[in-house]
């Protein structure tokens, strides 16, 4: 069973930084072969993807957060990384992790909250 655990979410003033973790663990699981994603969920919108790193590097970002946010990972680790600057309170939402992968394989994190606020 693969599981993976988000954490470093927490409260920030409006223009700080976090960095928010994912470690993938499981029997079989090789991160090198997954896509990686951050998706977020604020309080009655849809879930968004915030970012995504493939298998071979390459990023893309959402709009709203180009510029400001990083995605990285470290597949020695089976750890995915989002850094996280000049927050706004609109980036305020539960962050969640996704690994996406062979034969539609889909595994989500429990998610991590982020509160921008003063």
């Known amino acids: 069973q693969v599981q993976l655990v988000e954490s470093g979410g927490g409260l920030v003033q409006p223009g700080g930084s976090l960095r928010l973790s994912c470690a993938a663990s499981?029997?079989?699981?090789?991160?090198?072969?997954?896509?990686m994603a951050w998706h977020r969920q604020a309080p009655g919108k849809q879930r968004e993807l915030v970012a995504v790193?493939?298998?071979?590097?390459?990023?893309n970002y959402a709009d709203s957060v180009k510029g400001r946010f990083t995605i990285s990972r470290d597949n020695a680790k089976n750890t995915v990384y989002l850094q996280m600057n000049s927050l706004k309170p609109e980036d305020t939402a539960v962050y969640y992790c996704?690994?996406?992968?062979?034969?539609?394989?889909?595994?989500w994190g429990q998610g991590t909250q982020v509160t921008v606020s003063s």
């Open positions: 499981g029997i079989t699981f090789s991160m090198y072969m997954y896509a």
């Open positions: 790193i493939r298998s071979g590097g390459t990023t």
């Open positions: 996704n690994a996406a992968g062979p034969y539609s394989s889909n595994y």
